[in-house]
């Protein structure tokens, strides 16, 4: 098992740019999520799904959209980047009806972002 | 809202000897979940531990303890045997059980430096 991959690891983007990163699992977890994390920091909550087809905002989604088409996807937009987007961004999953009850949540490597 | 603390930035240990890096949190919420992540400078964020808060005993992952104290609200890692690739951050983070997606709060992370 690859557990939860991020695709790409790292990409510069110019002000105004868009980009979608791209999270996979195949732990067959009900619930994705993505994080930020800027230095000094922890991660801080940008949006999570609940299934197939939902998502809800985090504590930071200003900017940022996301879909789930697929249960083993999560996809991350950003529409118009700024710089205030640079940042590591971090894919988790958890929580498989047939397994792990505690909701650990577990790290994709992360995507190094940054916008000039 | 769920709050979480971590007063030290960073922390020495000699190689073998034992650690303790401090956590203390705040919510109302009846029923939580208390974890550790390792963050290695690779940049992953690992999971270490998990504590339930209506758990009994406290948590134990083969050198990694959690010293779960509710009515001082406190969920500190004790690393045993400190070994040089323990070095890393350490964060410290809670969300709710399941039954809803759980959304982990996090805190600023101490930076652990094991040295001969």
């Known amino acids: 098992n690859a557990g939860v991959t991020q695709t790409p690891k790292f990409r510069v983007l110019k002000t105004g740019q868009s980009m979608t990163l791209l999270c996979a699992q195949d732990m067959n977890h009900e619930y994705m999520y993505w994080y930020r994390q800027d230095p000094g920091m922890g991660l801080r909550l940008i949006h999570y799904s609940v299934g197939e087809g939902t998502t809800a905002k985090g504590e930071v989604p200003d900017g940022y959209n996301v879909s789930r088409l697929k249960k083993q996807n999560f996809l991350l937009g950003l529409e118009s980047a700024a710089p205030s987007q640079t940042s590591v961004y971090f894919c988790?999953?958890?929580?498989?009806?047939?397994?792990?009850?505690?909701?650990?949540?577990?790290f994709g490597p992360g995507t190094r972002l940054t916008v000039l | 809202a769920q709050k979480i603390t971590q007063t030290q930035p960073g922390m020495f240990v000699q190689e073998k000897e034992a650690v303790t890096l401090d956590c203390t949190y705040d919510?109302?919420?009846?029923?939580?979940?208390l974890f550790w992540y390792k963050q290695p400078s690779s940049g992953e964020m690992i999971f270490l531990i998990y504590?339930?808060?209506?758990?009994?005993q406290n948590a134990t992952e083969g050198r990694y303890s959690l010293n779960f104290q509710k009515a001082r609200k406190s969920a500190n890692l004790v690393i045993s045997a400190s070994q040089l690739g323990d070095s890393a951050m350490y964060f410290c983070a809670m969300g709710r059980l399941t039954g809803t997606a759980s959304k982990l709060t996090f805190g600023t992370g101490t930076r652990l430096q094991v040295t001969l």
């Open positions: 504590q339930g808060s209506y758990d009994q």
């Open positions: 988790a999953s958890s929580y498989s009806t047939s397994g792990d009850s505690t909701d650990t949540q577990y």
């Open positions: 919510t109302s919420d009846p029923s939580y979940g």
